[in-house]
Structures are given as structure tokens and as C-alpha cells.
């Protein structure tokens, strides 16, 4: 009788006998057969290639997606956000145009699309958040704790951004929109009529994107955050009431998002990942209908290679590549830990990651289209409105749709794409918080609900200094540190210990035993040496470029510079303090604690025997 004997690294990975009862019953026949004068064999259970065994130590019962189109949804949904419409554009365009998309593509395949297969890979396999997946390398479970608490940093000014789309979006619905005409209670005196503003008023060195006294511009600034009426980031003042009541509508609907775990989330982005989607198509059919804008579509897709000589134009692309994934922040991880062990997350990976850069290059058209126009309204180049972040989609695009014929209703639409932008890269975060640390702690996992509703509050409260008159500040200062250098950081690290620690030899058998094959020689060379190489290359590049906290024309004090290094090295600070617990943690000795600390904890009886695995580059 010929029975397969695995090798022992691979017997690990046998499912417990109490999912296969059928295999159960066969294998003892067989021993009392051996027993009663048949040449005693060692035997083992071969899992059918339809029922995959997960890894050692994963949860049996853990929830799934409803459908695949879920997880595929859910994954688009959080990378594709409003980076996408409000920098990638405006990027490009100011890079050199379609000669931008050199460096860009070629760090999408040579460190984007890796990183991402990674995570998605890590998370399927172990089916564990962000850090208990480190049972596979323990003392690198600070990683997971960074990354955690970088994804509630985001959380904190994220839904702001969302609660200000939503008071742009009621505002909206009115015959004539606000930001139309001067004369409003929150206009200033100086307050100007867009249709008098020329190339020859704004004079030499000023476009009209820094125009800040446009009825348009004063709304956003004096109407919307109320701006004129702090002094800095030391006169805070109260919250706004208005904006307070659109931040509690966010957190509820991430709420009941949420509550529910990926059943419930797995439905909302069949609304919230499309929509987008049809409302670009919409605005780009419509964009390209009016006067001006294929002179903005050219410009956008000019070519000039020249720029490629500077180095600030591969940063950009690193950097726009790198954040544009959301690798990193634990949410794919999250995700991918509820797909079925045998799922092909190679797959998925490679059209996840292509359908995000490819609707980055589509909302471009969208996007200039509509910057043409503005630019041949007041006779100006395109470069005099053009511009990225909160003033393309708060002042200068929704000015432009203002004069347009149904301005109601492209407002309308226009705003509820960027709520639908928003709101599913929010949840992807907050799902990573929550998947995060209930798997780690049983009693978060057993109270869901009421955890979930804890980190939603527990958000909402610090959001509240963000939506006061100088909220703008401190929403400026998150953004800039809490998930700057320290997520490059984190992701250096968490790639580090993936390849070089766990080892990527190891990573690919559990690849293996998941879809049937090994990653490609190209895709093990990338883990190893070519993504953290480009990780080094863009914490570096980051560093050296940083300055220091400004907002338009207001430089910050020295001391908020101070508090938002605190805030980055709060969550960086994780991974050598746990490394440090861990390590003194375990008894032995001093090779025995190195051993276990780099060790898989389903291999520790191994190093308790003596068998210590050795460290190999």
C-alpha cells in the first residue's frame, strides 16, 4: 500500500481531522489493517484540491465574503479615493505629462504591484489582521501595531474631508448655488466677481487657482470652514455646528457599514466603488462638450521627456504609486483575511491594482476637461487653474459647474461622487482597525458591535478639532505627519520581515499551498531586493525633501512641527519597543530568544528541541 508521507514543514498545514470526517474514518482503517500484519506505513491526510488546508493555527469558523465581487469591490473601493481625482491629475500634468507615466508604470510593476500581492497573499493566508499575521516572525508584531495606529491617525481627518463633501453636496440643492455671486453674509469686502477676473487683472506671477477672493474661493475658506476667524493653530475655537452634523451622518454610515462585519460592508460598496464610475463617465462626457476643453485635455497629455531629468518627478511618481495602493495600511490585509484559503489573490492583486492606476489616468480627462473651460473663461493658460488637493474639488471645479446650465444638478452629482470617493477608502481604514485588533484581543472579537461604535466615537471626538475655525490647521498637520514618513517606514519594515526574516522561499510555498503554484523568479526578486529597495529610496526622497508645516501663505510655529514628529514617531516607535518586549519576554538563551523571536510560533517546539532554524540570505 502506497501511502504519500509529506515532508514535515508540510505537515503543518493539514487541516485538523474534525473537518474531514470522511478522511478520518479512512485513515484508521488503514492503521488497523497495518496492524494486523500489513508492513506498518506512516500516513497522513492529502487535502482534495477543493478543500485547501489553511496554515497552522487559522481559525476554522472565521467569516468570509458573500460573494467574490465583494472582496474585488471592497479592495478597489479603499484605493481608489479622492487622491485619485484631486492629485494624480494635476501630478502628471505638472511632470511632464504623458511622459510621467514612465516612471509611473514603472514603479507600479516593479514595486506597486508587489507590495500589494504581498499583503494580499500574507492576509489570505494566515487569515489574521495586521498584527497578529505576524504570528509568522513575532518580534515584527510592532509593525502591525504601527500600522494600526497610523490607519486611526488617517480616520481622524479622513471623514472630514467626507463631512465637508456632504455639506458641499446639501448646499447644493438649491436653485442657485451659493458660491455663485458675492454678497453673502460670509463674503468679505474685497470679495470679487469671477467674470471680471482676467489674465491682465491677475498681473504677472499670480494664477488664478491662488485667486482667494473669488465668491467661489471666500465660500469654501469663510463660509464652509470659517477660516478668517482664527488667529492660527493656537485659536482652534469651537466646532462648527453645521459641520458637526455632517461629521455624525459619516461616522453613522461607516457605522452601520461596519457593525456587521464584512457581510454588511461587502454590500455598501456595491453602491459606494460604482458610483464613482458612472459619475466620472458623466462629467467627462459633459466636460468635453464644453468651449476650451480639449485645450485642457492637451495639456494634460503633453508629452515633454525633458522632465524626466529631474529628480523630483521619479518622487512624485514613487510617492503617488506607493500612497495611491494604500499598501501599508493594514486594510489589505484585513480584507484579504476573510477571502476562502484557496482564493487566487494573484490574480485579484494584478486587476486590483491596474483598475486603480488606470481610474487615475481616466479622471484626468475629467478633470482638464473642465480646467480648459475655466482657463478660456477668463483668458488665462491652464496652468493659472490648475491645481491638486482641497482646492481643485472644493473651489475650482465646483466653480466651473456653477456656470454651467443645471449647475443643481452637476453639483449634485459631482459631490456625491466625492462622498462615494470617501467613504469606502474610510471604511477600508476603520476595517483595519477593527479586524486588526479583534484578532488580537478575543474580548474586542466577541463585542464587535460595540467596539466597532467605540473607534467610530472615539474618531468622531478627535475630528471634532478639525472642524473648528482652525480646524484647517491641525487637519493640515495630520495629514502631513501621521501617515508620512511613518507608513513608509512601517511598510519598509513589514517588507523586510516578510522577505528576509520569514524568508520569501518559505512565503511562496504558503502561496503554493493556497492557489497550486509558486510565485515567478520575477515576483520572489522584487520581495527581496527591488521593493525594499524602493521603500529605502522613498523614506529617503521624503526625508530630505520635507519642510516645514505651511498652508497657503501661513507658516505654522516651531512647536506644531514638533507635535506632528510626536504624532509620527507615536505609532513608528512600536516596532523597536515591542521587538525589545519580545525579546525579553521568551526564556533561554541569548540564541534561544533570537531564535524564537524570528521563529514561526507554530515552529517554537522545534527551537525548544534544540532544531533552530537558521538565518540564510
Not at 509611473?104 to 497573499?121: D, K, N, R, S, T
Not at 466615537?457 to 475655525?469: D, K, Q, S
Not at 512601517?490 to 510555498?509: K, M, N, T
Amino acid at each position: 500500500m502506497n501511502i504519500q508521507v509529506l515532508p514535515e514543514h508540510k505537515l503543518s498545514s493539514v487541516a485538523p481531522l474534525k473537518q474531514c470526517n470522511v478522511e478520518k474514518k479512512e485513515v484508521e482503517l488503514i492503521l488497523v489493517k497495518d496492524q494486523n500484519g500489513v508492513q506498518y506505513t506512516s500516513s497522513s491526510i492529502i487535502p482534495t484540491p477543493g478543500h485547501l488546508a489553511g496554515p497552522p493555527g487559522s481559525e476554522d469558523d472565521r467569516e468570509t465574503w458573500g460573494k467574490k465581487i465583494d472582496f474585488l469591490l471592497s479592495v478597489i473601493g479603499f484605493a481608489v479615493d479622492l487622491a485619485n481625482v484631486w492629485r494624480f491629475p494635476y501630478l502628471c500634468y505638472k511632470n511632464g505629462g504623458g511622459a510621467f507615466l514612465i516612471p509611473y508604470i514603472l514603479f507600479l510593476v516593479i514595486a506597486g504591484m508587489p507590495l500589494f500581492y504581498m499583503e494580499l497573499a500574507l492576509g489570505q493566508y494566515n487569515r489574521e489582521g495586521a498584527a497578529t499575521v505576524w504570528k509568522i516572525c513575532p518580534v515584527f508584531k510592532g509593525v502591525g501595531y504601527t500600522v494600526i495606529l497610523i490607519a486611526l491617525y488617517v480616520g481622524f481627518y479622513y471623514n472630514v474631508i467626507i463631512a465637508w463633501s456632504l455639506y458641499y453636496l446639501f448646499s447644493s440643492m438649491t436653485t442657485e448655488l451659493p458660491w455663485l455671486k458675492c454678497g453673502n453674509s460670509w463674503n468679505s469686502q474685497n470679495c470679487t466677481d469671477p467674470k471680471s477676473i482676467n489674465g491682465s487683472l491677475l498681473g504677472n506671477g499670480t494664477s488664478y487657482a491662488k485667486y482667494k477672493i473669488t465668491p467661489a474661493a471666500e465660500y469654501y475658506e469663510r463660509g464652509v470652514l470659517h477660516l478668517h476667524e482664527s488667529r492660527g493653530i493656537q485659536d482652534l475655537g469651537l466646532p462648527r455646528w453645521e459641520l458637526t452634523l455632517c461629521l455624525v451622518v459619516v461616522v453613522f454610515i461607516l457605522y452601520f457599514s461596519l457593525w456587521k462585519g464584512v457581510k454588511s460592508s461587502g454590500k455598501v460598496v456595491y453602491i459606494t466603488a460604482t458610483m464613482p464610475y458612472v459619475v466620472l463617465f458623466v462629467l467627462l462626457i459633459r466636460g468635453i462638450t464644453l468651449p476650451g476643453s480639449m485645450d485642457g485635455i492637451r495639456a494634460y497629455l503633453h508629452i515633454d521627456f525633458k522632465r524626466l531629468n529631474n529628480l523630483e518627478v521619479w518622487i512624485d511618481a514613487a510617492t503617488q504609486i506607493f500612497y495611491s495602493l494604500g499598501a501599508g495600511f493594514g486594510v489589505l490585509i484585513a480584507f484579504a483575511s476573510y477571502n476562502k484559503f484557496d482564493n487566487n489573490c494573484y490574480r485579484d492583486a494584478l486587476l486590483t491594482s491596474t483598475v486603480n492606476c488606470v481610474t487615475s489616468f481616466f479622471s484626468g480627462f475629467a478633470i482638464f476637461s473642465v480646467l480648459g473651460y475655466m482657463a478660456y473663461k477668463h483668458g488665462v493658460k491652464i496652468e493659472d487653474v490648475a491645481t491638486e488637493g482641497a482646492g481643485l474639488v472644493f473651489i475650482i471645479y465646483p466653480e466651473a459647474i456653477s456656470t454651467l446650465p443645471g449647475s443643481t444638478f452637476w453639483a449634485i452629482v459631482f459631490f456625491i461622487m466625492l462622498l462615494t470617493l470617501g467613504i469606502d477608502s474610510s471604511m477600508g481604514g476603520m476595517e483595519a482597525v477593527i479586524t486588526g485588533l479583534t484578532d488580537d484581543f478575543k474580548i474586542l472579537k466577541r463585542n464587535r458591535k460595540l467596539f466597532t461604535f467605540a473607534t467610530a466615537f472615539g474618531t468622531f471626538l478627535v475630528a471634532l478639532l478639525c472642524i473648528t475655525n482652525g480646524g484647517i490647521y491641525v487637519l493640515t498637520l495630520l495629514d502631513k505627519y501621521a501617515a508620512g514618513t511613518s507608513i513608509l517606514f512601517g511598510v519598509l519594515i513589514e517588507a523586510i520581515g516578510v522577505s528576509w526574516f520569514y524568508g520569501v522561499d518559505r512565503f511562496s510555498e504558503d502561496i503554493e499551498r493556497m492557489m497550486g503554484f509558486k510565485p515567478g523568479l520575477y515576483w520572489r526578486l522584487c520581495w527581496k531586493f527591488v521593493s525594499p529597495a524602493f521603500l529605502l529610496f522613498v523614506v529617503i526622497a521624503s526625508t530630505l525633501t520635507s519642510s516645514g508645516l505651511k498652508y497657503d501663505d501661513y507658516v505654522f510655529p516651531n512647536w506644531s512641527n514638533v507635535v506632528g514628529w510626536g504624532v509620527a514617531m507615536s505609532s513608528m516607535l512600536f516596532v523597536p519597543f515591542y521587538a525589545i518586549y519580545k525579546f525579553c519576554s521568551v526564556q533561554g538563551t541569548f540564541k534561544e530568544r533570537i531564535a524564537y523571536c524570528i521563529t514561526p510560533e507554530h515552529e517554537h517546539h522545534l527551537v525548544a528541541e534544540g532544531n533552530i532554524r537558521q538565518f540564510t540570505v
